[in-house]
């Protein structure tokens, strides 16, 4: 057997594979956007900045990610996390043939103060890898709280039409009783780089989507950079994340929604 001949094809396989992924991304990202890049020189945009708008960084590009099996180290983390001081025990599950752990607390612990960092770093150290989360969505008025995993400090935002939780904690009388999560192993596409739009421009083109956001003055409260997925299901591997803008906003007499802008086609896109 020539080995070399055969890694070269396999080498090649995956340059392949990498390109059909990205180009099939970009594709349906196009088909499924709100709408065009509008031509916003002649708009009087109606917002205000509220919060510190980020630098934009001289190098982004895709991620590639793939959810991790935790079938054969369910023992294990089983073990580790009811070791830990300080926590309470837990009775650990698998599902979506072991891509999913699902935890469920022998006694329901309390979720005041969970926008407290030093409540959330005590929360994530009952978590497998719980360094590598950041809390998302929050609110004693809500069922789930929910946390993304983060990539070099990046948060990773799946859509909800994939059905995946990356960490959902489950609320009972507001009280957590457990939680769901999935794992993403995330390499980045080094081969592909694109030109980005900056938070402003971001912050224009969701401005011009009146039909969208209405005419009321937008306050932004918030603005990341983070990598957002919104193709594919959640038996597909691996998931493609394109570098977007997260927007907190708040209107009045509406309260604050988040708002998505690929940094790459600049346009609004959504996570339901």
């Known amino acids: 057997m020539n080995w070399g001949r055969t890694k070269s094809i396999f080498i090649i396989c995956f340059l392949l594979l990498d390109v059909f992924l990205i180009f ?7 088909n499924e956007n709100i709408e065009d890049i509008p031509d916003g020189s002649s708009k009087i ?50 599902s979506e043939n072991g891509r999913q752990l699902t935890s469920t607390f022998a006694k ?11 409540v959330q770093k005590k929360l994530l150290n009952m978590i497998y890898q719980g360094q590598d989360y950041k809390l998302w969505q929050s609110g004693e008025d809500k069922k789930i709280i ?20 990356m960490l959902d904690f489950t609320v ?23 030109a980005l739009i900056d938070a402003r421009q971001a912050i224009n083109n969701l401005a011009d989507r009146t039909d969208l956001v209405g005419y009321s003055t937008l306050h932004i ?6 990598y957002l997925n919104t193709v594919g299901d959640e038996s597909a591997e691996p998931l493609i994340f394109v570098p977007a803008w997260h927007l907190d906003v708040h209107v009045d007499g509406s309260g604050t929604t988040s708002y998505f802008v690929n940094a790459v086609t600049g346009n609004v896109q959504s996570l339901n």
């Open 24 to 30: 099939e991304m970009y594709m349906r990202q196009q």
């Open 45 to 94: 945009h109606n917002y205000k900045i509220e919060t510190v708008v980020p630098a934009l960084p001289r190098q982004l590009t895709f991620l590639r990610g793939t959810r991790v099996d935790f079938t054969r180290q369910k023992e294990a983390i089983t073990k580790q996390l009811n070791q830990k001081s300080g926590t309470v025990k837990q009775k650990i599950s698998l």
């Open 108 to 118: 329901p612990m309390s979720i005041a103060a969970i926008k407290n960092e030093d």
């Open 146 to 165: 929910r946390f993304a995993q983060a990539y070099q400090g990046r948060p990773v935002y799946v859509s909800a039409r994939n059905r995946i939780q």
């Open 172 to 194: 009972q009388k507001k009280d957590l009783i457990g939680y769901r999560q999935s794992y993403f192993k995330l390499t980045e596409n080094k081969k592909n780089h694109f």
């Open 221 to 226: 409260k918030g603005i990341e950079l983070c």
